[in-house]
C-alpha cells in the first residue's frame, strides 16, 4: 500500500449541498471548492455537515459521512438500526430512507448508469423506470427480515460484529436487523467466539435446514459451538478448503418447484423470494418453447437450467456451464432426473468456444459482479439466439455489456429491476435481449 501523497483531510468537516446519488457504496456527490465528496447517510438535495473519512489534499475526490442534517429530504426517517449511521456497521447503506425511497435512489443510479455506459434512456431500455419491491408490505417504520446468509466477523474479545464501511475494523451487535429469522434464531450474536475470526450463518427460507461455516483465526482450535436451534457445523482451514464438523454440509432451498442442494455454503439468492421472482421474470422473458435448445451461463447450482428445461421439455436440450467445481456437482445432483440437461464445468469465456455450439435458441447468463466483458458478449451475440435473458447484479456492468451486445446486433426489448437487498444500495435486474431487425 502506498503512502497517499497530501496532508491528509480525514476529520475535517463542510457544510455541502448534496447532489445526485452515485453508483455504489450508497453515497451520494457533493463538492466543496470544487472537489467532489462522496457523501454517505445524506440524500440528494440535502445540506450537511459532511466529515471526511478518507483522502489528503492532493487526492482527486474525498469520501466523506453527513455527521449533521441543516436540511432534510422528505424520504428521510430516523434510522431503526441502532448499528447504523456514520463510523457504524457498513452493512445497510439506506436505514435512513423510507422503502419507497430507496427504490427511487436505485432507479436513478440505473437511469444514470444506462445513460452513461450504455447510451439509453428507460424507454430505450424497455424499462418502465420504477424497481420493484419484492416480499409483503411492511407496517411504518419495521425493518424487512430477508437477509438468509450473514457473515459476521469476530473481534479480539471474542465479541461477534459486522465489519464497518471500507474497513476491517468491526462493529459489535446484538441482532442484525435485516436477518432473517432463521438467522436470529441461532443467537450467535449472544455467545463468545474466542478463537473464531469468521462466522457464516445460513438459514434455508426452503427447508428447516440451518448452518455455519466457521472460520477459525490461525493457529487456534475450533471451539465446541451450542447454539439455540439445531445447526450443522463447517469450517474453512487456512488452504480454503471445507470440512464437516457436525451435520450436513448443505442446505436444501426450494424454489421453481423443485428442492436444491446447496453445498459448503455456496452461492444462493439470498432474499426468500428471489430464487422464484427472478426465474419469473427470466421464462417470461425468454418464453421457452417445446424442442428449442438453451445455454444457462454461470449457472451455479442448476437455477434457470432446471426451469428452462422442463419447458422445452424432452425434445430441448440445456448446457449448462459454471466455472465453481462444488456448484457443478450440485447442480448435476439437482437436474439429475432431467435427461436433457448437461452441466459443464469451467470458466464460460474458456468453455464456450471449445463447445463446438455455433447457434442455439435461448441463452440466461447471471455473471459475477463484474459482468461478461467484450469478448463473451460477442461470441453470445454470434450464437444468433432468438432471446437473450441478462440476470444483473450491478448496473455498472449491465449497462456495459448491454453497449457490447449493441455492437454485436442485439438491443434490449425489457428491462426489470427488483429490490431484493432492502436497506442496502444493491438491487437485481433481468433484462431481455433480441436481434436487431435488419
Known amino acids: 500500500m502506498r503512502t497517499p501523497s497530501g496532508e491528509p483531510l480525514v476529520g475535517e468537516r463542510y457544510e455541502v449541498e448534496v447532489g445526485p446519488v452515485a453508483h455504489g457504496g450508497g453515497h451520494c456527490v457533493a463538492r466543496h471548492e470544487g472537489r467532489v465528496l462522496f457523501v454517505r447517510h445524506a440524500l440528494p438535495g440535502e445540506r450537511v455537515i459532511a466529515q471526511v473519512t478518507e483522502g489528503t489534499t492532493t487526492s482527486r475526490f474525498l469520501r466523506a459521512d453527513a455527521v449533521e442534517i441543516l436540511d432534510a429530504a422528505k424520504d428521510r426517517i430516523p434510522a431503526p438500526c441502532p448499528f447504523a449511521g456514520p463510523g457504524k456497521c457498513g452493512g445497510c447503506d439506506w436505514q435512513h430512507v423510507t422503502p419507497g425511497g430507496q427504490r427511487k435512489l436505485k432507479a436513478q443510479v440505473l437511469t444514470e448508469q444506462l445513460a452513461k455506459l450504455a447510451g439509453l434512456t428507460p ?57 432473517s429469522e432463521g438467522v436470529t434464531e441461532l443467537g450467535i450474536e449472544a455467545r463468545d467466539w474466542t478463537g473464531v475470526a469468521t462466522i457464516e450463518a445460513i438459514a434455508s427460507s426452503g427447508s428447516s435446514d440451518r448452518q455455519i461455516v466457521l472460520r477459525p483465526v490461525p493457529g487456534e482450535q475450533l471451539p465446541l459451538v451450542e447454539l ?32 436444491w442442494r446447496v453445498s459448503n455454503g455456496g452461492f444462493w439468492q439470498i432474499h426468500p423470494e428471489a430464487p422464484d ?76 468456444p471449445r463447445t463446438g455450439i455455433t447457434s442455439t435458441d435461448l441463452i440466461v447468463l447471471d455473471p459475477p459482479r463484474a459482468g461478461a466483458g467484450r469478448e463473451t458478449v460477442a461470441h453470445l451475440a454470434g450464437l444468433e439466439a432468438r432471446r437473450i435473458a441478462y440476470v444483473a447484479c450491478d448496473p455498472a456492468a449491465l449497462a456495459r455489456d448491454l453497449a457490447f451486445f449493441r455492437e454485436g446486433g442485439y438491443r434490449p426489448v425489457s428491462l426489470r429491476a427488483f429490490d431484493l437487498f432492502p436497506m442496502t444500495h444493491h438491487f437485481e435486474c433481468v433484462a431481455i435481449l433480441e436481434p436487431v431487425a435488419s
Open 277 to 352: 421472482t427472478l426465474v419469473t421474470a427470466v421464462l417470461d422473458g425468454l418464453d421457452p418453447q417445446w424442442g428449442e435448445n438453451a445455454l444457462d451461463l454461470y449457472c451455479g447450482v442448476g437455477l434457470f437450467a432446471g426451469a428452462l428445461a422442463e419447458r422445452v421439455g424432452d425434445d430441448g436440450a440445456v448446457l449448462g456451464i459454471e466455472s465453481a467445481k462444488q456448484a457443478v456437482v450440485d447442480a448435476r445432483h439437482n437436474l439429475a432426473t432431467l435427461d436433457n440437461v448437461r452441466i459443464e464445468c469451467d470458466r464460460v469465456e474458456t468453455l464456450l
Open 228 to 259: 439455540d436451534q439445531p445447526v450443522s457445523i463447517s469450517r474453512v482451514d487456512e488452504q480454503d478448503l471445507f470440512h464437516r464438523v457436525h451435520g450436513r454440509t448443505f442446505v436444501r432451498e426450494r424454489a421453481a418447484g423443485r428442492t
Open 123 to 179: 424507454a430505450e431500455a424497455g424499462w418502465d423506470g420504477s424497481v420493484e419491491p419484492v416480499g409483503g408490505k411492511l407496517q411504518a417504520g419495521e425493518v424487512p427480515a430477508w437477509r438468509t446468509r450473514v457473515q459476521y466477523a469476530v473481534d479480539e474479545e471474542g465479541s461477534v460484529g459486522l465489519r464497518k464501511h471500507r474497513s476491517h475494523d468491526i462493529q459489535p451487535i446484538d441482532r442484525c436487523l435485516i436477518a
